[in-house]
């Protein structure tokens, strides 16, 4: 990543890895745009740190997602913040999910994810 990077481009490189389900799932372009130290935080994880945990989390979240329909996406200075409904599941229900994403030294640093925890189990189960 260059000096020009902003905060815009990783998010949106960010959500263009994964948003199209398993078929076009770039592991290899979450490396370059997330921080080998990231931290992520949700309901269920709770706080990891690292990519590869967070790469496994992420990946099996994708398998049970149908859809990605981006609500609204907004950046200011060294932060991004999305609000995004996905159809996850056997059934196909719909659950939304607010994300803050951290940047620093042209990379993610952070994500912070909230979402009902209770939601998404009885749709992935």
Do not use: K
């Amino acid at each position: 990543m260059t000096a020009s990077v902003t905060v815009t481009d990783l998010a949106n490189a960010y959500y263009e890895s994964w948003q199209n389900g398993m078929a076009t799932f770039d592991e290899p372009r979450l490396r370059q745009i997330l921080a080998t130290d990231m931290v992520y935080e949700g309901p269920i994880a709770g706080r990891r740190v690292g990519l590869d945990p967070f790469i496994h989390g992420l990946t099996a979240f994708v398998r049970s997602m149908n859809t990605f329909h981006l609500v609204h996406h907004v950046t200011g200075g060294s932060d991004s913040a999305a609000l995004y409904d996905c159809q996850i599941g056997p059934s196909a229900g719909t659950l939304r999910f607010a994300e803050f994403i951290h940047v620093d030294n042209d990379r993610i640093q952070s994500i912070r994810l909230v979402f009902d925890p209770a939601e998404f189990r009885r749709l992935t189960t």
